[in-house]
C-alpha cells in the first residue's frame, strides 16, 4: 500500500519562490501553489496541510489578513511566515499571531529544509 505523502501548501505572489519551495520539496511531500490569499483559501477549504508557507507581504488581502483568517479555522497545519522585512514591529506581529517559524527572504536553502523536516515531525 502507497503511503500518502503530506502536503505543504506555499503562498507566495512571487512565482520564483513558489518554484522554488516546490523543487525543494515536490520529492518528499505533495506541494500546492497558491499565487495570492484567495488561491490559499480554496485550498484550504478542501485539504488541511501539514506545513503553510506563507509570504508577508502580498498585495491586496496581505500575509497577515491571511494569517489571521487561518487562525480562525483552527488547522493543525505548522505555519512558516517567509519575509523580507527586517522590521521589529512586523517579526512582533507575526511571532504574536502564533506561527511555527519565521524565515527572511532571501533563504538559505538547506536551512529551510532541515527547518522544514523539524516542524513536520513535530506535527506528526
Known sequence: MKKERKVILVVDDHQGILDTI????????????????????????????????LDYMMPGFNGIQLLREIKQMHLGSKIVVITASVLDEILDEVRWLGVDGLVRKPFDVAQIMDFTEDLIRQAS
Open 22 to 53: 516546490e523543487m525543494l520539496f515536490c520529492d518528499e511531500f505533495e506541494v500546492i501553489l497558491a499565487i495570492d490569499a484567495a488561491q490559499a483559501l480554496k485550498v484550504l477549504c478542501d485539504i488541511e496541510p501539514a506545513m503553510i508557507f
